[in-house]
């Protein structure tokens, strides 16, 4: 098993303050996607969950957020989760922990003032997934202080990784998915190429397998 696609128990014993998957009894797994939104490839997401009656939550940058409202705005419309990837996409080990609380914050103020017909949550958006999965435990503690809550994984498909093939990367997913599992896509262009391939298989599977697609709350 690749150690950079299954999550090690050992290291959710470790920091056991973060999410890594959410246990459940009604075969929940939660499909959630990174560095949006992007006109390129988010609404092609969007299309794919949509055929599948699948629910996602987006880990938007602030940036992008800025670049493109109206796919943002669109997310929420399809009754996804929204959370926080930072406003500048920061490594967290390469950032001093006050400017990358106020990067943060500055994401979750973008998105409060993009957003429409949300009840208010406060100057915060609840959900936030460090970029890279890199944060610091001073980053980490300020940042849970402030009432935000830190999703990590439980599967990485590594759809990102240009080395691997769309079938490796569609193996990563379904060897390795199970109840209450946390899985990494990214709607970037990065990814694209892996993603368009293994999306739409995953939600097959997944919908072939009694699996419900559901958003992290």
Request: with cysteine; hydrophobic share 35%.
């Amino acid at each position: 098993m690749n150690p950079w696609v299954k999550t090690n128990p050992f290291i959710k014993l470790l920091f056991p303050k973060y999410v890594w998957d959410i246990p459940n009894h009604e075969k929940k797994v939660y499909l959630t996607f990174d560095d949006g939104p992007n006109p390129q490839i988010t609404e092609w997401v969007l299309d794919q969950l949509q055929q599948y009656d699948a629910k996602a939550t987006f880990f938007c940058i602030g940036n992008n957020i800025e670049k493109h409202p109206d796919i943002f705005q669109k997310i929420i419309d399809d009754n996804h989760a929204v959370g926080n990837h930072t406003f500048s996409h920061l490594k967290g080990w390469e950032t001093d922990t006050n400017e990358y609380i106020e990067n943060t914050r500055r994401c979750s103020l973008f998105m409060r003032e993009k957003e429409k017909g949300i009840s208010d949550k406060g100057d915060t958006f609840e959900l936030f997934r460090p970029p890279y999965g890199k944060i610091k435990t001073s980053q980490s503690r300020a940042l849970r202080r402030l009432g935000y809550k830190i999703i990590m994984w439980d599967v990485l498909s590594r759809d990102f990784d240009k080395t691997i093939t769309p079938e490796e990367c569609l193996k990563n997913v379904l060897k390795n998915v199970e109840m209450g599992s946390i899985i990494v896509f990214h709607d970037s262009i990065k990814a694209a190429q892996n993603l368009k391939y293994v999306l739409p298989k995953t939600l097959a599977f997944l919908k072939e397998k009694g699996f419900v697609c559901a958003k992290i709350d």
